[in-house]
DNA sequence: AATGAATGAGCCTTCATTCAT
DNA sequence: CATGAATGAAGGCTCATTCAT
């Protein structure tokens, strides 16, 4: 990329970041369409390749864009002492829901990385997403050895809270606009059902 | 569509449903090319568009031919008095299971019809589901009127038992073919476990 | 690229070759568009992607084919008793004249391939030319020790021979279709001039 | 054009020109890109449109002034009482290589200006050449009646001059630099050469 | 005056669709 | 009925040109 991309003004920095990071989260890698970030953007086709060269090159830098930014918030908000499984989980869609401020589109663009399956960019998706990761497995790694209750296993809890988790998480997104509040009131709202029935 | 579609060799009618329902369900409507439905059909691509008119009335026909299987066998094996909610909700599944052995991919085509969002065929995936839903729909209205324990809501339930049977589900598909046994043996852990500790 | 080009009717291959080698030939890699050959030979856009995948490998295929029929006719041509210089130089212009009929361009794509400075195919317009000099080299090599008059020399000849048979070749093309007639004459003529002054 | 050209520093102008004249004569009207020029004469895209306009008028006014320096010199040079026609033609040769200490591609540039083919331009490189033209034949219409030999035309030897000083000439400037020197010392040879067998 | 960010027309390439065989 | 050659509209990308600073 072209580093003079960062002495535009902040605004259209953020303007391109989220209109490429909109297309990119809600369709994909290779729907994303110039010409749809062309509208949301209002920035003309050209400089997204006069900034990025091609396309691969612009997800590259949003991709890594985005897990930098969510990790430097991650690091801060979870440096407390917090050790309790669903504190943690609630504290990193918490950090990712405050994000959405800035940039709306940054917690779908990362579940859409972990789901990025075209040949071209996968790889890089994947190394791109994986400090995110690492970051939320430190975090977990954190957590005290808590009682589940009989016939409650980690793994399946695991699974069932993730595949949750996404859920409200894209059916935030069908609105028309991610509204935060609602959706980080929907997680406590599952969170909270969920830790009275599997903890002792 | 061609109805002389029906005159053809049931094996040959079978091998274009499945290779169509293959390519749609994996890529979505928009990604699925014609050339991957003739690499794993062996059918030619003039052949397609003889049956079925273009893409979209493809898309119609396979969606419509998936649903109507699955709702056909859904009516007998929802038939018998089960009202318990994941007694039915597995019964849901296993039908799907047992319905991919003939078309492996229909499990994830009727997932992959509910979150197409591609504009030439948003209406048409959602005309198509609709019978889906309503037979799901039905059967669980006739569910008992369990005794939930404090703390669980019904709807929260329903929201996570479905988002994780779909996670389980897409999982399943990631590996190179679809193992209707395994997917059963995790739908059933889950439901175990869910059972045991949201029930009084 | 794809071989099944060679069943189409010769006619259809000869059409596209044509397009394609005159295009080429007349504007170099970077200039030759899709356009134009769409133009000179009535063959749509899609079809030589269909066959060749791309640009490069439409050029990769050109050269070599030019090159290869080229070199064929030349392995007839030189395969007599002659070891006069000029005769040699004379039949190698004869032979590429003699192709012309059948690939009116094919003598200038020679040309064109040897000026080639594009990056993207430089390193492939080298390697496909070098058969046809080597085959030129071969057959120089068996010229007779002519016995040169006082001041001449062997290189500097060489090299005026070669800058004047490309430039009448060039003159050749700039009119509207190429004369393979008028082209050797006017060949002849300067062989004939220089053989009178160079030799003893 | 802009006049104020001509008000900026003398070296800046030249560094402008030959920057153009550069890209121009190396890879022709069309190839010439902007970022090319941007590159060889460190002078921003936007001063170029500033003063010439667009592409064509910069071609046009580095043609013309090309040619009206390149004739100025002729004029001086060719003044003397030569009338050898190698003479005059190595005179000529001579001017283009001391030109070239100011001009490094000028005398590519007239070479360039005689072979440009593109639509666009085609008729304004021609009409700048114009007056080179004139100058030269005006100069050789002076040589006296040499006797050729026999068997010599006065058309082939003018023409297998032309190309060969032509083809010098681009070999030269193959290498990295123009070497004005190497340069008329083969142009030198090559005429000695041609001189003692032509002449009686 | 000087810069280079910004634009959009045009070219290469893909792919749904048509059609001759 | 079947095939796959053929087409052209649309998307990625380049580059001359414009324009705010």
Known sequence: MNDKFF???????DKMINGAMEVFARKGYKLASTDDMVKVAGVSKGLWFHYFGNKAGLYTFISDYCIKYLNME?????????????????KIEETKASIAKVY????????????????????IAESKIKP?????????????????????????????????????????????????????????????????????
């Open 132 to 200: 995110y990761k690492d970051k939320v497995e430190e975090a977990l790694s954190k957590v005290d050895e808590t009682i589940l209750k009989e016939g409650v296993s980690k793994d399946i809890l695991d699974m069932t809270v993730g595949f949750t988790v996404k859920g409200i998480r894209e059916e935030a997104y069908k609105k028309d606009e991610f509204d935060s509040v609602a959706y980080l009131e929907k997680i406590k709202e599952y969170f909270d059902m969920m830790k009275s029935v599997v903890f002792e």
């Open 7 to 13: 002495d535009l003004k902040k605004e259209k920095q």
């Open 74 to 90: 991650l690091t801060v908000s979870l440096m407390g002492e917090r050790t309790e499984y669903f504190d943690i989980l609630y």
């Open 104 to 123: 709306p589109f940054a917690p779908l663009m990362v579940q859409s990385m972990l789901e990025e399956d075209d040949d071209e960019i996968k790889e």
